[in-house]
C-alpha cells in the first residue's frame, strides 16, 4: 500500500572540509624542498530541490537521514583533496520547510526551487597554502571546518490552480479523472480519497493543474473526519471549485446546505476568502439531480457564483467546465504573475570586520565570540604546537589579545572561544600577545635560507596581514 505522507522530520548533515596536508617536499640530495602539503577539499552541501515530477515525501520518511559526503584531505605534492559531493535532494513542488519550533524558514514554490539546507565544512589550508615570505616552512597545515547539521521539518501544501472542495461522495474524483488523465480512486463509500489528487487539464491552449482534497463535513475545520489535514492543501490553490451533489440520498442534506457547510469550514479554516469560486452541480446525469439543479441555479447565480452543469459518468458539460475553469485560472494567474524559480541559501553571518565579541560570565570565564575566531578555533589541531601558535598570532592580529587585556583578563583566567555547546577553553597566557612580535621567527627554517640583513627580516615581521585569510579567498569561496 502506498501511503501519503505530507509531513516528515529530516535531519541533514553536511560534508565536512578535509584536512590540509602537512608535508615536505623532498628529493635525492635536496632533502628539504619547501612545503608542499595540499588543502583538503570542500564538503558537499545538502540541497533540497524542487522538483514537479515528485510528488511525496515519502522517500523522507523512509530515510529522514541524509548526509553529504565529507572533502578528502589534502596530500603531498600540492595534491589537493577532492572535494565532497553535494547531496540533492528533491523536493515536491509547495514543500514548505519549518525548523523545529514550527517557524517557517521558506517556502519551496516553482521548479527548481533551491534551499541550501546544511552548508558544507571549508576544506583546511595545507602547509603549502600557509607557506609566506614569514614563514617559510609552516610545520602545521589547517583542520577542515565541520559541516553544518540540522533538523528541518518538511511539510506539502499541494500547488493547483483549482482545488475541489465538497461532501465526501459528491464525485470529485470523478470529475477529476474524466477532466484529466489522473486516475484516481473512486467509490461509492465516503473518503474514499485519503489523499489529494493531481490532475493536469488541458482547454484549448490553456493547461492548469486540478486537485481533489478528501471530503469535508461540517467539523472539518476542528479537525472531524478528514478534513483539517487536508484544508491545508487547499490553501495553494488558486481557484476553489464547489462540487455539490444534486442526486444525494441523504435526507437532511440539499447542495444549498451543502454549500453553506464547506464554506463555514472554509472560512473557520481562515485565509481562503480571496480565492474566485465556482459552483459544479454534479450527477446531472440522474433525472431528479438533473431537476433539482434546474431549481436551485438561480439562487447560486444571485449569491455571485458561476454555475456548471455536469456528469462525470455521462460527460455532459465537462467541455464547458472545463474551458470556464481555463478562463478563471488565467484570470488568477493575470492577477498573481508566476512565482519564479529562486535559490534561498540561509548563510551564515556575513564576516563583519569588528569580527568578535567579549563577554565576561559570572563565573569569571572570558567567552569570545565571532565568525572568525570560532572558525579559526575549528581548523586549527592543538596536538601541534606550531598550528597553536599560529592560532595565537591570528587571535591577536584581529585584536582578541589586546581586548581581553582590555576586558580585564589576567594570566590563567579562563577563556572560551564559541559557544557554550561547542566551546574551546584554555587558561589564558598573556604572553600569547608576544606571539605577534615572533612571527618572523615561527615557521621560518633557517636551513631554507640565507642570513638576511636584519632590516629587511624586520620589514618583513612588520608586514601585518593575514595571509591566511587572504588564501583563503583565493582557495574555494563559497
Ligand atoms: N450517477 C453519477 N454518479 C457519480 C457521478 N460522479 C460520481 N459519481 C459516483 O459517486 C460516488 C462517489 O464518487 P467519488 O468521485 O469517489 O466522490 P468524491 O467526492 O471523490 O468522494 P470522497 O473521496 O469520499 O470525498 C461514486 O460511486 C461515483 O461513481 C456522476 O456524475 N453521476
Ligand atoms: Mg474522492
Redesign the pocket.
Known sequence: MTTFVDRVELHVAAGSGGHGCASVHREKFKPLGGPDGGNGGRGGDVILVVDQSVTTLLDYHHSPHRKATSGKPGEGSNRSGKDGGDLVLPVPDGTVLLNKNGEVLADLVGHGTTYVAAQGGRGGLGNAALASARRKAPGFALLGEPGTAGDVVLELKTVADVA?V????????????VLSAAK??????????LVPNLGVVTAGSTVYTIA????LIPGASEGRGLGLEFLRHVERCSVLVH?L?T?TLEAERDPLSDLETIEAELAAYGGLEDRPRMVVL?????PD?KDLADIIRPDLEARGFQVYE?????RVGLKELSFALAGIVGEARAAKPQQEATRIVIRPKAVDDAGFTVAVEEDGLFRVRGEKPERWVHQTDFSNDEAVGYLADRLSRLGVEEALVKAGARTGDGVAIGPEENAVVFDWEPAMAAGAEMLGRRGEDHRLEEPRPATQRRRERDAVRDDADQEFKKFKPF
Open positions: 475541489l465538497g461532501y465526501p461522495s459528491a464525485g470529485k474524483s470523478s470529475l477529476i479523472s484516481p480512486k473512486i467509490a461509492d463509500y465516503p473518503f474514499t480519497t481533489d482534497v478528501p471530503g462540487v451533489d442526486a454534479n450527477k446531472v446525469d440522474i439531480g455536469a456528469s462525470a459518468v455521462s
